[in-house]
């Protein structure tokens, strides 16, 4: 095919164009920050992913780990991918003396189903690629991709010590998803300069230590998977949780990237306002539909139960309420309900 110079121009103007009403439309679709990166392969993704399963580290995570090639191989989710566009959506992050009120805690991102919103904007610059005839796949909250590492090739931020994607002047209060698509857009040749700097809040007052090494989470110690894993939580574990029943901020909630720029506003919903008591009443179906959006072990309830009586176990709260629900647990026909039942019977004192 003969192309002069004219033809590679305009070529060079339609990319151009087509980059920046990518980036214009997620924006104007509700996210916070949009770059755009090629689908070569994330090879040190993949190395990093196989070096923190044979470590150990990545515990029973299944998620990028269950298919490393895959999640890293852009051309896996579309076979004829050549770019990334990814945007990141502002989850409304606590006040730290906010987010030490009540029996239950619940991670900022998983207080509503912002995934939900952030497709919904992804979408939105899919369809503007569709229309002109290229070829698109919405990727976010799936094991298909690695979303840290696109997001850092694209340019949105830099790699924190407590391992999540920092933005300049806001933080890591955001969920990330890509929009993989055939069309060869402009990509971003610059990386975000990284400005943690001598900074090791996170690192110093992660509840459990998790943080090993700057941008090294040891899951195995770490309170967002503990009260996601299946099995029993270990017991070494357990008052560090204190009253968590869905993830950890931590180690976001220290960090003073972003700090002047957060929400002061009631980050309260619906789906976070309850208790741990009330999880324990609730029955299977409410409990799943109530929380469908949460990644819940084997789609299985007692989890969060479980995460609940360790809560109750924790809490200053003494009434005969908790204390009989705690009991009715202990002869529960579930042996991980028990063992927790149990050690939540011992920490309160009931006699």
Not at 157 to 184: C, E, H, Q, R
Not at 295 to 320: D, F, H, Q, T
């Amino acid at each position: 095919m003969f192309c002069d110079d004219r033809g590679v121009e305009n070529l060079d103007n339609s990319i151009d164009r087509l980059s920046k009403l990518c980036i214009a439309t997620g924006l104007d679709a509700g996210l916070d920050s949009v770059g755009i990166t090629s689908a070569e392969p994330f090879s040190e993704a993949l190395s990093t992913l196989k070096e923190r399963k044979k470590s150990g580290y990545a515990a029973d995570m299944q998620f990028t780990y269950r298919n490393p090639e895959r999640s890293t191989t852009p051309t896996k989710v579309l076979p004829d991918a050549k770019s990334l566009i990814v945007g990141a959506l502002h989850t409304p992050s606590p006040r730290l003396p906010d987010s030490q009120e009540g029996d239950s805690r619940i991670s900022a991102y998983a207080r509503k189903d912002y995934y939900s919103d952030l497709r919904i904007s992804l979408q939105s610059i899919a369809k503007i690629l569709e229309n002109e005839g290229w070829k698109t796949r919405v990727v976010a909250d799936d094991n298909a991709l690695v979303d840290r590492a696109a997001a850092l090739r694209a340019g949105i931020g830099w790699m924190g010590k407590n391992s999540n994607v920092l933005i300049p002047k806001k933080g890591s209060w955001f969920v990330l998803g890509s929009v993989v698509t055939n069309a060869p857009l402009r990509e971003n040749e610059e990386p975000v300069k990284e400005e943690c700097g001598q900074c090791s809040r996170c690192i110093d007052l992660c509840p459990t230590s998790a943080i090993v090494e700057p941008g090294v989470v040891d899951a195995r110690r770490c309170i967002a998977w503990l009260v996601q894993a299946p099995g029993s939580i270990p017991e070494e574990f357990r008052s560090s949780i204190g009253n968590r029943i869905y993830g950890c901020d931590d180690c976001q909630e220290v960090c003073p990237i972003g700090r002047q720029d957060r929400i002061e506003g009631n980050i309260s919903d619906s789906l976070a306002d309850i208790s741990a008591l009330q999880i324990l009443k609730f029955t299977d179906e409410e409990l799943l539909k109530r929380y469908s959006h949460w990644y819940i072990a084997e789609r299985n309830p007692k989890y969060l139960r479980r995460n609940a009586l360790v809560v109750l176990g924790n809490s200053k709260i003494r009434n005969s309420e908790v204390d009989q629900e705690i009991e009715k647990y202990l002869h529960d026909s579930d042996e991980i309900l028990r063992e927790h039942a149990e050690w939540a019977y011992m920490q309160r004192g009931i006699s």
